[in-house]
């Protein structure tokens, strides 16, 4: 099978690459460009562990394929962490809302959409925006906590 | 499992290669899933995205059309008015599923679980078939659980809602619905009262059948009556007996039988009407 060439923006960079028609983006992401923070968790769209931003929007990576990344602007855990935007990992941490942290980096990524859409969500809205987001530890109590105070920081508002 | 990619541009080569036998995705959230469980083996997919289509349309019904998400519809102001269609697409899924998922892959995967599909039966629904763009309607597309009316070169370019107007609505759908497990049960009802009487009524029943169910001659025994609690109880009790369940890990053929009388005057309860 040939290769197909893709381009597209990874958290902020334009990259190219070769890629197998059948590859996922997660296993693209993961072990050609190393970005390590995308996890697979069950493979068919339940857990979000595998959920990265594409054009604003965040998706499972494990139901995509690398090719449909062509010329999109992708972004994971790493790039949003490298582009200095660390209150809402800072946020989760304070918290306590990491245990094992194999949901973390899904987490992190679907509340960034949230806040970025919505920086003043209320409880409900924090339920519904991390529904697609399994955690198998903290009970989800610490996480929620999490997000009202990052959006408390990402407002500016003295906590 | 290795299979080709292929992202037609034009609808006439996206109808030559599915004729040739490709497999069309647009979310992917179904076909993958249940490439990943083996259920399906294709040698090529068919990414329907890089081909230009509308997204919506809200002037003569709402269209909408290929490759339009869940969170497009969700997020668009001119399909507000569908109020019960904007209920039913925020309990589909998750974001994530939202951001990917279409209503025409919905209607593609023909599910009885299918949450799109059942709002499109209560719409009364047409389906625009490409490439002639032939108008079916969908309680006549659908054939069967994953059967639909579409010949090998035939392609799903959109669908058409009717607007309901004046209408109460009750949604309710029971058992989260997981990528490859179907929901226990949902309901949607559409009721048009005028001074004090039902004038129209649409019901219908995901996953207690091989497809969506409306039974239209129970609905009409419904139409010139006073809403009454009474009326909907006894309507509950046939519409029990006359739907056709599964027994699956998630519920048996009884327990669904039980639930779609009671999902019924649950509705009636909740519209207040
Ligand atoms: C975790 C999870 C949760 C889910 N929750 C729900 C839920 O709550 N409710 C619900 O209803 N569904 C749910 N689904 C199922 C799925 O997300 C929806 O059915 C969605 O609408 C499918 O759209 P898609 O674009 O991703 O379809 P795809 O997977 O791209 O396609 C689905 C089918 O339609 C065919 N198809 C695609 N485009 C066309 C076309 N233009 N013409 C003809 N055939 C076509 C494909 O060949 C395939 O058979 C869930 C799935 C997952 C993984
Ligand atoms: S690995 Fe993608 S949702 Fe679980
Ligand atoms: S912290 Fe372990 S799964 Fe969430």
Sequence with gaps: MIAIKISFKLNGKWVEADVEPYKRALDFLRDDMGMTSVKEGCSEGECGACTIIVNGRNVHSCLMLAVELDGKDVWTLEGIIESGETYISEAYADVGAVQCGFCTPGFIVSTKVLLDENPNPKEEDIKKALEGN???CTGYARIIEAVKEAARRKRGDAS | ?????????????????????GKLFSGGTDLFVKMRAGVLKPDLVVDTKKVETPKLECDKGLRIYMNTTYTDILKSGCARKYSLLMKILLEVGSPQIRN???????????????????????????????????EVPVKNFVKGPGKVDLSDEEFIYAVILEPLEGYTTYYEKVGRRNSMVISIASIAVALKIESGVIEDARIAYG?????VVRFTDLE??????????????????????????????????????????????KAYLNMNL
């Design chain 1, 134 to 136: 399994i955690c198998r």
């Design chain 2, 207 to 211: 996953s207690v059948g091989p497809t």
């Design chain 2, 100 to 134: 990917r998922g279409t209503p025409v892959g919905n209607l593609g995967n023909a599910s009885p679980a299918g949450d799109f599909l059942l709002s499109t039966y209560v719409y009364d629904s047409k389906v625009i078939v490409g490439p002639s763009m032939r």
């Design chain 2, 220 to 265: 009409e025994k419904l139409i010139g009556e006073r809403p009454k609690k009474e009326l909907f109880e006894s309507l509950a009790m046939e519409y029990s007996d006359r739907v056709k369940p599964i027994t699956d890990v998630r519920a048996s053929a009884e327990y669904r039988k039980k639930l779609t009388g009671n999902l019924l005057i």
């Design chain 2, 1 to 21: 499992m290795k299979f080709n990619y292929a992202a037609p541009v034009t609808l006439e080569e996206l109808s030559e290669l599915k004729k040739g036998g």
